[in-house]
């Protein structure tokens, strides 16, 4: 695979300071996220070059690079989202929408920070906003929930099996170490390390056409892409779903008082 130069102006240095720090506030406030974009910032130093090469390197690649669509554009075009048709990525996507209120346009606004060298044009930072745009595609193609800490954990786990990461890895590590002391029981970490054999297993998803996997049938995608069934993370939810959820509702009422 082909070795790309850095993006201009970036010093190439991890900032681990910065990381911790968010990724503390993160544990705190599973809400909060704006510090997964701080932690992403702070360690994931050359991802984007290395994963801009992998796409490049493929059939496909090339084609989709040169295109250069911008997926939060595309998916926050209702008349877009509308388009698929039952039992597709793109209608399981729509369900997803509307389900928990999430909008491609507001991962956007969130992933905004002060300095973020994300919104240069430079074809690196295009490949950083496509590895951000696809998260909730994702989401839905793994069946890991979005408004929930297990199931974000563990996407975080497939996510840094599939485009690497320091950030990555550490949020789902950090919050593997949290479970064990909230739920006493060792399924969330489970879970979360189902997340990532699943995601080495899987095709390399970044490398897919999404205008046209969004009109593929879910299940044929599925199987196609090699995404296995998380059966580890159905059985955690089962059995910490009372607990979690007791742990929550305590924690934003402990945030609520502090207000």
Known sequence: MATLPPLPGTSGRRDWRTAFDAVRRLMADADDTTQVFRIMRALNVGNAPQNYARLIATEEGGRIAYERVELAQRFSDPAFVASFAPGTV?????????????????LVEVSKLEGDPEWVDHPY?????????????????????????????????????????????????????????????????????EGYRHGRAAQWLQGEDYLT???????????????????????????????????????????????
Do not use: C
């Open 125 to 193: 930072t295009w490949m950083g906003r496509r590895i951000r745009d696809t998260h909730d595609i994702w989401h839905v193609l793994t069946g890991y929930q979005a408004d929930e800490p297990m199931g974000e954990a563990a996407l975080v786990a497939f996510s840094f099996a599939q485009v690497g990461g320091l950030g990555w890895a550490l949020i789902g590590t950090a919050a593997a170490l949290k479970s064990l002391n909230v739920a006493r029981n060792t399924l969330f970490a489970k879970a979360v390390w």
């Open 213 to 259: 996997l969004m009109h593929e049938p879910i299940d044929a995608a599925r199987a196609r892409l090699g995404i296995r069934e998380p059966v580890l993370y159905r059985r955690a939810q089962r059995e910490l779903g009372p607990a979690m959820a007791d742990f929550l509702k305590a924690r934003k009422e402990g945030a609520a008082l502090a207000a």
């Open 90 to 106: 793109g209608a399981a996507y729509r369900q997803f929408l509307e389900s928990t209120g999430y909008s491609a346009d507001g």
